[in-house]
Nanobody, 122 residues
Framework: QVHVVESGGGLVQAGGSLRLGCAAS????????MGWFRQATDKEREFVAA??????IYGNSAKGRFTISREKDKNRVYLQMNSLNAEDTAVYYC?????????????????WGQGTRVTVSS
């Protein structure tokens, strides 16, 4: 069983920055695709960013403002979020999936963290 844990959420003012962390442990694979998703109140889960076998991918809301990175040879990733605005307020979820098949769809990820809340005050 793979255990996914997020960290780093909190309250930030509009225009500020926040860095989220995520670690996946356990399971039989040494390397997972790692993705970030978010879900705002009364909205569907939205793809934010991922590191997969096809490279780094960003959702439209993240392009130019967020950066995903990975510790070398580890299932540990970070999401640096800059120029935050009220629309970024959501629960952010980290997910792990097959390195060669997980991509942008939530259903392509097998393991999920509990989520970390990000609140951007305007």
């Amino acid at each position: 069983q793979v255990h996914v844990v997020e960290s780093g959420g909190g309250l930030v003012q509009a225009g500020g920055s926040l860095r989220l962390g995520c670690a996946a442990s356990g399971g039989t694979s040494s390397r997972y695709a790692m993705g970030w998703f978010r879900q705002a109140t009364d909205k569907e889960r939205e793809f934010v960013a991922a590191i997969t076998s096809r490279g780094d991918i960003y959702g439209n809301s993240a392009k130019g403002r967020f950066t995903i990175s990975r510790e070398k040879d580890k299932n540990r990733v970070y999401l640096q979020m800059n120029s935050l605005n009220a629309e970024d307020t959501a629960v952010y979820y980290c997910a792990a999936g097959s390195y060669y098949s997980a991509y942008t769809a939530p259903r392509s990820y097998d393991y999920w963290g509990q989520g970390t809340r990000v609140t951007v005050s305007s």
